[in-house]
């Protein structure tokens, strides 16, 4: 059985899901900022529960009148998750 049969990823196809480094990843798992599981040495990322971490971060392009760039969401700002605000 395979990992994606039951819709696990490794953390090389997570960092290349979101085309990412795996060190910035790593580093995300360290703090607990991306939902992950842990097994042993080995990480591993539930692709449903990781690709809706990720659209969190989606940007429509209309910025938001009044609202600061670096607006908490969900009791997170976004620096907490090492994101940089994108300027609208």
Not at 6 to 35: C, F, H, M, Q
Not at 48 to 53: D, G, I, P, S, T
């Amino acid at each position: 059985m395979k990992n994606h049969d039951v819709g696990l990823l490794t953390i090389d196809e997570a960092a290349a899901l979101l085309s990412v480094p795996k060190s910035w990843l790593y580093e995300r798992t360290r703090t607990n900022s991306v939902p992950h599981i842990k097994l042993g040495k080995y990480l591993r990322f539930d692709q449903q529960e990781f690709l809706a971490w990720a659209r969190q971060f989606r940007r429509d392009g209309h910025g938001r009148p009044g609202r600061p760039a670096a607006a908490v969401r969900g009791g997170r700002s976004q620096a907490a998750f090492g994101l940089k605000a994108h300027r609208s």
